[in-house]
């Protein structure tokens, strides 16, 4: 029983203490944008193929002209 009047102050204590983080949080927008940073290392920052094959097309090819 004794326990009882150690364990619920600080019980109550540290849901008051997470309640303060939770609160902060939202706050200074640790929650805004959840998905963003997850697709963003799956988009590819490389050349497009259409240029890639635009650029292949430019240079005359080994087979035409020579005879």
């Given at each position: ?23 902060w ?36 090819s080994?087979?035409?002209g020579?005879?």
């Open positions: 029983m004794e326990s009882l009047y150690l364990l619920i102050p600080l019980s109550v204590v540290l849901v008051f203490l997470i309640g303060v983080a939770f609160w949080s939202v706050r200074s927008g640790q929650f805004d944008d959840m998905e963003g940073p997850a697709y963003r290392i799956l988009m590819d920052d490389d050349r497009p193929p259409t240029e890639a094959a635009a650029s292949q097309q430019d240079t005359p080994g087979r035409e020579n005879a």
